[in-house]
DNA sequence: ATTAAATATATTGTTGACAATATTGATTAA
DNA sequence: TTAATCAATATTGTCAACAATATATTTAAT
């Protein structure tokens, strides 16, 4: 339990200094559960009234959420919650695959045998895990998202952790949410992600970064399926 | 000169309906062209003054720079011009050589013959520049965005058409221009243009993503030495 | 003289009112 | 009945004043 904790909602861990922040995490959090229904419409006032801010801070909230794409905006026009489609979760995933591939690559070069050995551990954990509560998708989920957001980490490249983390992985956790838990896959991620370990402990940059590839387009397959069967 | 026009300062042309977005672009053009200095305090309603607008839309504005990496913003202390150092522009190219790889590999799956055609023909008109005005530097290497900007385009990922364009080569620009324009290298870029369209010609995914991928990285690699030399 | 506390100033955050634009519904002409 | 025009309404954009927070300055104590 020791090492880097998990990042589940970190921004929400310490108070934002700001209304609008906070509202910016309110509303994330509404879209992503679904209370605030995909396509549907944003009134500026309405909302306001049911955060109970005025407009000014739900402006820059709105501004922050078109800016991580969970909402689209049309100047003079109004704003609507983004609606999830095929096409733009195979451009998320695209863009997930070459991403995070250039982090592995990075973080084969750079993490620390200190950090390759905790996320060593963490892998264990998610070993023990699976075997105990084999069903629980979510916990298996999120310890997925806590590997995937290490390696961004150790990569050491902020550009790539911030839309990583602050954009994708969000409209990711949207589309799961949104569709219903996708299938467990426990097992298999695991040993893809023990492979991917096991050739950043071996510096091996070339492989890392084909490795995590494979695995996230080998994710996307599964997805694009299940978001087939349900949209067309 | 048919076919997709050159995309300088695409978001200008149509004057933008609201004042938030006018003065971003503004602001936008200053920085890059280091009238606003790099690191330089914002103060609200200083700039509200000298753009004669009030603080509400500058504030809009401020926020929209801040989404594209221009300025720096820490809630109730204040913003700030970026300042572009070693470190920044490696994660930068970092992430240009992934994405704009990602891109290269699906604009060979999915350019249609026209496009190819055409963008042919944009090389051509390059080699023509480069033994005209040998020298001219600035039209070369927008040409050179020109190029890489019709790849994004043909990928058809908007997510990476985006960051693309509206964020990194918005810092690569500042960065080149504050740095005083980079060696032309023009003739090999040309050259790597060439192999990239033929791969991508020849529907050759791979190729095309390993071209592009060693293209970037070389230009980084003169990139860093100039900066190096700069900076430290 | 140096540090700490307190005060004053500057700057950002928030609010409600007003202006400009878009959308809706009613009215009229074909 | 349909299409087009106009008025009425709703919604977003802009502004200026006020509140909260941080920064700078002064004062007091050691």
Request: hydrophobic content about 40%.
């Amino acid at each position: 339990m020791t090492g880097t904790p998990s990042i589940v909602n970190t921004e929400e861990l310490h108070e934002s200094p700001t209304l609008a922040l906070r509202t910016f995490d309110s509303i994330k959090s509404d879209i992503i559960n679904g209370e605030l229904a995909q396509g549907s419409k944003i009134v500026e006032s309405d909302l306001a009234l049911k955060y109970g801010i005025s407009r000014g801070p739900l402006r820059e909230a709105i501004h922050r959420l078109e800016r991580i794409k969970l909402i689209v905006r049309i100047p003079h026009a109004g704003s609507r919650v983004i609606t999830l489609d095929t096409r733009m979760m195979e451009d998320i995933y695209n863009a997930r695959e070459s991403l995070e591939g250039m982090a592995a690559r990075l973080a084969a070069r750079l993490m620390s045998d200190a950090e390759i050995e905790s996320l060593s551990k963490l892998l264990d954990q998610h070993a023990a895990a699976i075997s105990e509560t084999d069903g629980k998708a979510y916990f298996q989920r999120e310890g997925d998202i806590d590997f995937h957001y290490r390696i961004a980490v150790a990569s050491q490249n902020q550009w790539i952790l911030e839309k990583l983390n602050g954009e994708l992985y969000q409209l990711i956790r949207m589309c799961r949410h949104q569709s219903g838990q996708f299938p467990s896959r426990a097992q298999t991620a695991l040993e893809q992600h023990r492979q991917i370990a096991a050739a950043i402990a071996r510096r091996d940059e070339e492989l890392a970064e084909i490795l995590m590839r494979r695995h996230i387009s080998g994710a996307w397959e599964i997805v694009k399926t299940i978001l087939e069967d349900q949209y067309d």
